[in-house]
């Protein structure tokens, strides 16, 4: 059974500091990895997605890698802003079309 | 298109009633998914569909729980009776294997 963890759980940090989030997987037979943002109260907005033939996906101030072999993801914020505050989940897809979720890595950025 | 829709927002019930969710998706995309959201264990993935036709219900806690999906713009989630345990976001996601869309979740209190 697919399991999916994130660290740190949390994490605060003044403006400007550059971010790795870090998330692992025990199955490396993955179809893709998605990086969401969920915001206080609401839904899930997705950020990233690197297919399993990928390495990494960029995206403005984010980068997301991935390696299968080892079973983990980084994602990575450049200059963080106030406004990145928020919690960011990693979900490992299969084949079976499904999304497993990590447990998230609760984001603060103070000014 | 206004993304995937799911009403009520907030949903406060005494335990032992009926509860109903519902879920609008984004037409034209083949997949629907069910999640619940808690504190204790993130997201869990309780059923999905393809083509309106229920693919995988393992995650469904119990029998009290029914999902149904009548055509591809209409989803339901009902939950018979309701215990304070069922407590919970839950959303509804839609679209295809790397491009999924959440909605914005039913936060349900049962008391």
């Known amino acids: 059974k697919q399991e999916v963890t994130q660290i740190p759980a949390a994490l605060s940090v003044p403006e400007g500091e550059n971010l790795v989030l870090n998330c692992s997987f025990t199955d490396s037979a993955i179809y893709n990895l998605q990086w969401f943002r969920q915001d206080p109260g609401k839904g899930l907005t997705s950020l990233l997605l690197?297919?399993?033939?990928?390495r990494e996906q960029t995206s403005g101030r984010l980068n997301a890698s991935l390696d299968k072999s080892s079973g983990r993801s980084t994602l990575y914020i450049a200059a963080s802003q106030p406004g990145d505050s928020a919690t960011y989940l990693c979900?490992?897809?299969?084949?079976?079309?499904?999304?497993?979720f990590g447990t998230g890595t609760r984001l603060q950025v103070f000014p | 298109d206004a993304g995937v829709i799911q009403s009520p927002r907030h949903e406060v019930t005494e335990m032992g009633q009926e509860v109903t969710l519902r879920c609008k998706p984004i037409s034209g995309h083949d997949y629907l998914f069910w999640y619940r959201q808690t504190m204790m264990r993130g997201l869990e993935l309780l059923i999905y569909f393809n083509n309106n036709v229920p693919i995988d219900d393992s995650g469904m806690p119990e029998d009290r729980f029914s999902a149904k999906m009548p055509n591809a713009s209409f989803s339901t989630l009902k939950i018979q009776p309701s215990e304070p345990r069922d407590s919970a976001v839950y959303f509804c996601?839609?679209?295809?294997?790397?491009?999924?869309?959440f909605g914005s979740g039913t936060r349900l209190t049962v008391v």
């Open positions: 979900a490992v897809g299969d084949n079976t079309d499904k999304l497993i």
């Open positions: 996601a839609n679209g295809f294997p790397g491009g999924y869309t």
């Open positions: 690197i297919q399993s033939s990928q």
